[in-house]
């Protein structure tokens, strides 16, 4: 049984910072891809950010050099780093594994709501 809690979000001013974590359980973060995706209202989910299971790393446009993803392999946990924050960056985070082939697997978490505003 696979559980993922996300956490860390919250209301932010734009250049802002925050850190979001994905507390995995059931699975091991070590042997799966593991990414970022986030939902804004009447806006399809996008993934934001993965980590492959060997350390590489994807960014969407829009964040790239702006978020990091990283792992704590002892806690089991995938981190977002985000900086530089933009208001368009409001949106439910998610975090998720995903499939070699790119699709994401059938369990999510409740998210963590990013609110960017001044």
């Known amino acids: 049984q696979v559980q993922l809690v996300e956490s860390g979000g919250g209301l932010v001013q734009p250049g802002g910072s925050l850190r979001l974590s994905c507390e995995v359980s059931?699975?091991?973060?070590?042997?799966?891809?593991m990414g970022w995706y986030r939902q804004a209202p009447g806006k399809q989910r996008e993934l934001v950010a993965g980590?492959?299971?060997?350390?590489?790393?994807i960014y969407a446009d829009s964040v790239k050099g702006r978020f990091t993803i990283s792992r704590d392999y002892a806690k089991n946990t995938v981190y977002l780093q985000m900086i530089s924050l933009k208001p368009e960056d409001t949106a439910v985070y998610y975090c998720?594994?995903?499939?070699?082939?790119?699709?994401?697997?059938?369990?999510w978490g409740q998210g963590t709501q990013v609110t960017v505003s001044s």
């Open positions: 980590i492959r299971r060997a350390g590489s790393a």
């Open positions: 998720n594994g995903f499939h070699d082939s790119g699709s994401d697997y059938a369990y």
């Open positions: 059931g699975a091991s973060i070590s042997i799966n891809n």
